[in-house]
């Protein structure tokens, strides 16, 4: 069975998110460390859920209890990758640190980065539909960087607020397409370098491992020892997000077909679009389980 496994990142979490997911130990842990009982009734609330501390420590774990629940049910996987926050959980899946270590720095990965966000509030703008000099004029125009490339025309900007709605304005007047994402830190910018130096001195004393399957990075490429997995999770936070090269690297790898953990199905809408040949699916498309697996034997096996 030769299958990639992606890890959702955060702005597209809603409370009906993994309707198969168990109330299992991890799940309980998750709630305990947020402070709420009920994890689907806290993101009915759009304030609670928009919080990135609130939003990176609730997806990294329920992306960690998914795996846990789905993985007896299927092999490895071919390849592993994470988008944004999601890295946590694809390097657990791979190998690279325990589950509880993933969960045990969501908290601190979103605390540093809050600490950036409090001097310098900004966020995130999708935008797409627009040429790519005029994009680059308009993010040099609006004092924005590149925060995520994802594929073609389609890119997200990262920045301070005012800045973001100068870019938005400008957008708009060229005929492009825009969305804000429900993310309050401007996320794989400069903006967090000191966030990305100060969640890399969390990580220096760690275990961590080389690891088991592929593992590609959004700020690196492949992942081969424990020593450039450390270097590359910290890195992340305040460098552009090379998602196109993710894609690239994993469709490389001759995977059958895809699967997406995490909130939504955004990640696998983009792989259909590239690669409509090798299917994708998110795990937010399926009831149960075995539903997932009996999805990916049907086509992982050919």
Same mark, same amino acid.
């Given at each position: ?10 702005g597209?979490?809603?409370? /009906?998110?993994?309707? &198969?997911?168990?109330?299992d130990?991890?799940?309980g842990d +998750?709630?305990a460390? #947020? ?6 009734? $806290?993101?009915?609330?759009? !304030?609670?859920a ?11 774990? #329920? @992306?960690?209890? /998914?795996w ?6 299927i092999?490895?996987? @071919? $390849?592993? /990758?994470?988008?944004? !926050?999601?890295?946590?959980?694809a ?8 589950p509880? +270590?993933a ?10 980065? =809050? ?22 004029q ?22 301070? #607020? ?13 005929? /492009?397409?825009?969305?804000r994402?429900?993310v ?6 400069? &903006?967090?370098?000191e966030? $990305? ?7 220096a004393?760690?275990?961590?491992r *080389? ?13 081969? =020892?424990?020593? $450039?997995a450390? *270097? ?7 460098? +552009? ?7 690239e ?5 001759? !995977?059958?077909?895809v ?6 199905q ?10 409509p +040949? ?5 795990? =937010? =498309?399926?009831?149960?389980?075995a ?7 049907s086509h992982?096996?050919?």
């Amino acid at each position: 069975m030769s299958f990639a496994l992606l890890f959702s990142g955060q702005g597209t979490q809603h409370p /009906a998110m993994l309707p &198969w997911l168990a109330d299992d130990e991890r799940v309980g842990d +998750t709630c305990a460390r #947020l402070g709420v009982g009920d994890w689907r009734r $806290a993101l009915a609330d759009p !304030v609670w859920a928009e919080r990135n501390d609130n939003a990176q420590m609730l997806l990294t774990g #329920l @992306a960690l209890a /998914a795996w846990d629940q789905l993985a007896p049910l299927i092999p490895s996987p @071919a $390849a592993v /990758a994470g988008y944004s !926050v999601g890295e946590l959980a694809a390097f657990s899946a791979a190998g690279v640190i325990e589950p509880d +270590t993933a969960a045990a720095l969501a908290p601190l990965r979103a605390e540093s980065m =809050d600490r950036c966000a409090a001097r310098v509030p900004g966020g995130l703008l999708a935008v797409s539909g627009i040429s790519e000099p005029g994009l680059e004029q308009l993010r040099v125009e609006a004092g924005l960087e590149l925060a995520i490339r994802n594929g073609g025309p389609n890119v997200i900007l990262g920045g301070p #607020l005012v800045a973001l709605e100068t870019a938005e304005r400008m957008a708009v007047a060229a005929g /492009a397409q825009c969305t804000r994402l429900r993310v309050n830190v401007a996320s794989h910018t400069s &903006w967090m370098c000191e966030a $990305a130096e100060s969640f890399s001195r969390t990580l220096a004393d760690l275990p961590f491992r *080389a690891p088991q399957v592929a593992l590609f990075s959004n700020a690196a490429d492949r992942i081969r =020892d424990a020593s $450039a997995a450390r *270097a590359a999770l910290a890195a992340q936070i305040a460098r +552009t997000v090379r998602w196109d090269e993710c894609m690239e690297n994993i469709m490389a790898r001759q !995977v059958r077909c895809v699967l997406e953990i995490g909130p939504g199905q955004a990640l696998a809408r983009m792989w259909n679009q590239r690669w409509p +040949t090798v299917p994708a699916r998110a795990c =937010d =498309d399926f009831r149960s389980p075995a539903a997932i697996a009996a999805w990916l034997s049907s086509h992982a096996d050919r």
